[in-house]
Nanobody, 115 residues
């Protein structure tokens, strides 16, 4: 059983940066593939980035170079560094944890990019 809590969202100006955090509890964090997804109003939830325990990463093609996923297994925390933010990045960002056939989701944190 894994509980995920996102934080770090908020309002930021275009071109700015934010770092999201996802704190995990309730299971063995280091075993899970961790990820970030986002959902904008009227759109489907989409992949942002994932990272396995051994460091393998996967990014949405459109976000490579601007977003970076990282994890600190000692703190049971996953991060998403977001740079050069655009209004189109406005969405609710969700953390997830995946192991074999089980997937957990956080409640989401709102990111709004606007002047």
């Amino acid at each position: 059983q894994v509980r995920l809590v996102e934080s770090g969202g908020g309002l930021v100006q275009p071109g700015g940066s934010l770092r999201l955090s996802c704190a995990a509890s309730g299971s063995i964090f280091r075993m899970y593939r961790m990820g970030w997804y986002r959902q904008a109003p009227g759109k489907q939830r989409e992949l942002v980035a994932t990272m396995t325990d051994d460091g393998s990463t996967n990014y949405a093609d459109s976000l490579k170079g601007r977003f970076t996923i990282s994890r600190d297994n000692g703190k049971n925390t996953v991060y998403l560094q977001m740079n050069s933010l655009k209004p189109d990045d406005t969405a609710v960002y969700y953390c997830n944890a995946h192991l074999t056939a089980t997937t957990y989701w956080g409640q989401g944190t709102q990111v709004t990019v606007s002047s």
